[in-house]
């Protein structure tokens, strides 16, 4: 009823009257009060006038599903919405879901984790109210070679996410960053269920930084705020991945990786760069040169032999700035 009643407002740019949304909804108008109260707590602000009715002004800067909801337009992505103040992971609760059986494009958004991850046990500074930290449910027929493709897949939507929503010139760095002016602005974490060869579920995780100021993110990062010097809406953003997310998936069910590929590869920056790789405590210097067509990089080492690395850091030489 939340929803229905916060959609009605919504699409109204001036008052609707009581009646009317007691006759569309069939609920009494001492109901909608109780609600209209309701939304008031939650920090919306609706004008309430007699013999007018009811005209919405503002909403509050917080995740509701009802928000994220409204006029979204896709079919499979965020079509179940699940929103908390503060979790451990957004991973952690995605996963649970995953296993009771949610469908594929079931997103978990948090204001705040206590426990936000990155590969390999790091760690996701996660300010409350500022960033986006969420996750997706995905259920591709994929095998477990091909997995990493959806890291891929994910870096694209995100990535034209933020050019079109901010016109910053956002960059993939492989795998998983995206990167505003040489600066990590996002990362994306691909997790799975799987069972011998089969890929139960993925789940895949975004941390943008939105309107985060930068005494509370890590040195070598940065927000959409600190690049732009605007506040952005967080839902605005989190819709308009959504969107992206099912546009990209409807192309790779449709005509493959490869258009995947090729957009992944204008988008990324590090081409013909010298680069520093890491990987368990072993470090290769050389030259990102592609990125093969399974989603590993190809790096020229110093003598001139090609290498394909499937995980790891690249730290550009250039800046030596550790972007991971
Ligand atoms: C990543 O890992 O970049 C993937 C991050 C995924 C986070 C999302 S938030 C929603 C969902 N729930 C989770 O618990 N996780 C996902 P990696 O490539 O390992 O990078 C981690 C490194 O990025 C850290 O070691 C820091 O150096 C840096 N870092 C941590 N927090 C950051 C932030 N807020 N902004 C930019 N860089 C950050």
Known sequence: MNEKIIHILKSHKDFVSGEEISR?????????????????????????????????????????????????????????IICRDRTSSTMDEAFQLGF??????????????????????RSWVSPPGKGIYLSVILRPPLSLRDVPR?????????????????????????PNDILINGRKAAGILTELSAEADRVNFLVVGIGLNVNTAAGHLPAAATSLKIETKKKFSRTDLVKSFLRSLEEWCAVLKRDGFVPVLARWRELAVAWGQPVT??????????????????????????????????????????????CG
Request: aromatic fraction near 8%; proline fraction near 4%; charged fraction near 25%.
């Open 277 to 322: 790789f890491l990987e368990g405590g072993q470090t290769i210097s050389g030259q990102a040169m592609d990125l093969a067509d399974d989603g590993g990089l190809l790096i020229k080492l110093n003598n001139g032999e090609i290498i394909k690395k499937m995980a790891g850091d690249v730290i550009f030489a250039a800046t030596a700035r550790p």
């Open 150 to 174: 959806m890291t891929l897949l994910s870096a694209v939507a995100l990535c034209e996410t933020i050019g079109r929503e901010t016109s910053l010139p956002a960059r993939i760095k492989w």
């Open 100 to 121: 009771q059986g949610m469908p594929e494009g079931t997103t978990v958004l948090a204001e705040t984790q206590t426990k936000g991850r990155g590969r390999l046990g």
């Open 24 to 80: 569309t909804l069939k609920i009494s108008r001492a109901a909608i009060w109780k609600y209209i109260e309701d939304f008031r707590r939650q920090g919306y602000s609706i004008e309430a006038l007699p013999r007018h009715g009811y005209r919405l002004l503002a909403s509050p800067d917080k995740f509701f599903p009802w928000e994220i909801s409204y006029d979204l337009g896709t079919k499979v992505m965020g079509k179940n």
